[in-house]
């Protein structure tokens, strides 16, 4: 629709142009979560993520043993977990030929020897290793991917802390949990129950885990309504991070309930408007901050530039909460 200036268009409108001229993994998601295109349409657009852009480059760099980085995991981004994520952030086709070859080199040949608890060696990828936040992101890209996670899924439900969610620091001792580790589980479970009939119990848990996220209007600590930074990075979670890998802020947690088909509750009005805010007079969204760390491939957005991750998920974030 146009402006009552027909020289201009809608911010809304421009905003999707923008996303319209991206990479195949933006734009499809885009034409399914803001558009108007065809469900074929959109298919072809998203078969394109195997063979353009990101997610080509990011499948030309797995090597022969399966690897991405030489490792299941690493703290550099650019491990075979992380390549992982992105593919299925991608939206890379789980059925589509270039995604099955490269899941069974993983399955064929990646352990977790070198990069997890010694105990955990010989496991497959798949299998996972111990702390709750990794398990979650494994068993998130193993459902996607038509894996057999059932048991890092069973094991990250006998995890929940008493409060609803989920954190590394548990087996240290802490009782409370944490916001970056629990986003990790939440997605993580409605991945699963999307690949399979899940029990009752997987979908309780994912939704006790959202609750621990309502309960503190998304960025609050309960106890003292106190707004919380990301103590390891110094990030406050009203800055949209991307990638975030386990790092939690508050469009990450609203994209999942978005996702996830909650309705709307008044408990995430205050981290809506965060986002809302942040929209610049051509409706994109900045990139408002960076994780340090080689990663697979290079966004070309950089803190204080507008990002098209973040603009397609802020605008289906609102889109979604005005529904």
């Keep these: 629709m146009m402006d009552d200036d027909s020289n201009s268009m809608a911010p809304a409108r ?66 075979t977990m992380h390549a992982l994520m992105l593919l299925r952030e991608f939206g890379l086709d789980p059925g589509s030929g270039e995604a099955r070859r490269a899941v069974s080199l993983v399955n064929q040949h990646v352990t977790w020897s070198g ?12 299998e996972g290793e111990t702390e709750p936040c990794i398990n979650a992101q494994v068993a998130a890209v193993g459902a996607y991917f038509g894996q057999d996670v059932d048991a890092l899924v069973a094991r990250l439900l006998t995890e929940q802390l008493e409060d609803g ?11 409370r949990s944490s916001f970056h580790t629990t986003i990790c589980v939440v997605e993580a479970l409605l991945e699963y ?31 003292t309504g106190e707004q919380i930074c990301d103590r390891k990075a110094s990030i406050p979670w009203t800055s949209m991070m991307h990638p975030s890998w386990w790092h939690y802020d508050v469009l990450r947690g609203l994209d999942h309930l978005r996702n996830a088909g909650r309705k709307f509750d008044d408990r995430i009005r205050e981290a809506l408007d965060c986002v809302a805010s942040k929209r610049d007079s051509n409706g994109r969204w900045p990139l408002g901050a960076r994780l340090e760390g080689r990663m697979p491939v290079d966004f070309d957005e950089a803190p204080g530039s507008p990002s098209r991750w973040n603009t397609l998920r802020a605008a289906r974030v609102l889109a979604w909460a005005t529904s």
């Excluded at 065809?38 to 657009?45: C, L, M, N, R």
């Excluded at 969610?165 to 009782?175: P, R």
């Excluded at 399979?196 to 600590?221: F, H, I, N, T």
């Design 193 to 223: 129950e999307r690949s399979k009939a899940a029990s009752p119990a997987v979908v309780e848990a994912r939704q006790c885990g959202e609750e621990y996220l309502l309960e503190r209007r998304l960025m609050r600590r309960r106890s």
């Design 115 to 126: 990069c997890g608890p010694q105990e955990c060696a010989d496991h497959g990828f798949f």
């Design 14 to 79: 421009r905003a999707l142009d923008w996303l319209s001229s991206g990479d195949p993994a933006i734009r499809w998601q885009a034409m399914r979560d803001l558009g108007n295109a065809s469900t074929d349409v959109v298919a072809a657009e998203r078969a394109r993520v195997a063979s353009e852009g990101w997610g080509a480059r990011v499948l030309a760099m797995q090597q022969p043993d399966g690897t991405w980085g030489g490792v299941a995991w690493n703290r550099g981004f650019d491990s």
């Design 165 to 175: 969610g989920w954190n590394c620091e548990a087996e240290y001792g802490s009782t």
